[in-house]
Structures are given as C-alpha cells and as structure tokens.
Nanobody, 125 residues
Framework: QVQLVESGGGLVQPGGSLGLSCAAS????????MGWYRQAPGNERELVAT???????TYGDSVKGRFTISRDNAKNTVYLQMNSLKPADTAVYYC???????????????????WGQGTQVIVSS
C-alpha cells in the first residue's frame, strides 16, 4: 500500500523559513515526478514546485527565488525549503507523486498518481 507522509508544517513569522518533507512508502519501483502544491481557503490548488527523476525542477511564479525543492530518489522523498515567507504563503501544502509505479497485491505493476494528506503552513506575526 503506497502512502505519502508529509511533515514540517507549522506557524512561522513573515520573513522566516520553514522546511517540508514528504516520504513515499510502499512497494515502489519508480516515481516520475514528486512535488508540492498548496491550497488556501477559497482558492484553487496551485503548483508550488515539482522535481522529476532526472533532476528537472519547476516552480510556481509566486515562489520562484524563495523556495527550493530537492529530491532524494533513493529514499523516495521530496523536500521543500521555504525562505522569505509571506502571509500569502499561508495554505495547506500537499505532496504529490506523479506516475508512481508500484507492485500491486497481485504482483503486477501499477502506475498511479498519489497525494499526501496535507500539512498546514501559517505565516503570521
């Protein structure tokens, strides 16, 4: 059973830093891309950053230059370092694994996208 478990959210003051991590567990063979999305109340879920297995990264416009995504393929873990945080960064942050290939209970290989449960980030003084 594949699971994505996020950690590291919390309350931080404007201008501060916070780090998130997301570990995928289960009988995983490969993951095409891992990344972070966020959703603030009343808003749609938006891209924060993604990193594919080849090292290519993509950032949402609102976080470029402030956030850094990194990925440990061997550990199936993705990290997000958030610096110079603003109140507008307040949201629930979700980890996503795109095209995660795992061994199913029947022994075959299956590919799916998975989401984590979300972790709250609040930027406030």
């Amino acid at each position: 059973q594949v699971q994505l478990v996020e950690s590291g959210g919390g309350l931080v003051q404007p201008g501060g830093s916070l780090g998130l991590s997301c570990a995928a567990s289960g009988n995983i063979i490969s993951i095409l891309s891992m990344g972070w999305y966020r959703q603030a109340p009343g808003n749609e879920r938006e891209l924060v950053a993604t990193a594919d297995s080849g090292g290519h990264v993509t950032y949402g416009d609102s976080v470029k230059g402030r956030f850094t995504i990194s990925r440990d393929n061997a550990k199936n873990t993705v990290y997000l370092q958030m610096n110079s945080l603003k109140p507008a960064d307040t949201a629930v942050y979700y980890c996503k694994a795109d095209r995660l290939v795992s061994v199913t209970p029947s022994g075959s290989h299956g590919a799916m996208d998975y989401w984590g449960q979300g972790t709250q980030v609040i930027v406030s003084s």
